[in-house]
């Protein structure tokens, strides 16, 4: 089993991003990854603004691409690409941070508009920094996404079924136990 990398590059403190992808971790620890959640947002604003690339955050931020096999990157779609917060934490990563990792783009936006903002904006990026593998993304209208009270999240039946298809490949490119779990939190 992998050790993966959960990144959400929302700077909402209560960001659809972050829940969902925290809801999506569960399925992987579920298939027997190691899976570390990072929010981008918590990382010290000075050190993304002032590109303080020897920052102890900034450091330990770095040493967990570096321990990774799998990345999931999911961020909102802000003015049709990804976030400025999730770039400002890449650009002071290592040009290939991402080398031979299995890398899951997922986006969350508020309009089809911006449907292929992964392909067209967030893939490139990732490909510059060595990715090995980028498995197929998905993008997650934000309406799909159901934040309750006591932070149970609920997603679309249709979108729940499209997570859990893009999580199962991603799982099984990382070598884990897949595809025999029921969906990801979609009505009954
Ligand atoms: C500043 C800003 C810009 C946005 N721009 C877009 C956009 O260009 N396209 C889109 O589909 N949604 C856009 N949205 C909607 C968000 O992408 C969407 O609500 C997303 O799920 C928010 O995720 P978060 O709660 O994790 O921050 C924008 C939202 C904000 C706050």
Redesign the pocket.
């Known amino acids: 089993m992998a050790t993966v990398l959960s990144v ?1 590059g ?3 403190a ?7 992808l925290r809801h999506l971790d569960e399925r992987l620890t579920d298939q027997g990854h190691e899976v570390i959640s990072l929010d981008v947002r918590t990382l010290p604003a000075e050190a993304l603004l002032g590109a303080d690339f020897s920052h102890p955050a900034i450091a330990a931020a770095t040493a967990l691409f570096d321990r990774a096999e799998g990345v999931v990157i ?8 990804y ?1 400025g917060v999730l770039k400002a934490l890449l650009d002071l990563l290592p040009q290939h941070a991402l080398a031979g990792k299995t890398v899951l783009p997922l ?9 292929l ?1 992964i392909d067209y904006a967030l893939r490139p990026v990732l490909s510059s920094m060595g990715a090995g593998h980028i498995v197929q993304g998905w993008f ?3 309406k799909d ?1 159901a934040v309750g009270d006591d932070g149970v999240v609920t997603v679309a039946r249709d979108t729940a079924e499209s997570l859990a298809r893009v999580v199962d490949r991603f799982s099984e490119a990382l070598g884990g136990r897949t595809a025999l779990l029921a969906g990801v939190g979609g009505p009954p």
């Open positions: 959400s929302s700077p909402s209560t960001s659809r991003t972050a829940h969902l999911g961020t909102p779609v802000y003015k049709a690409a976030s986006a969350t936006g508020g309009t089809t508009t911006h449907v903002a997650t209208l934000d996404i």
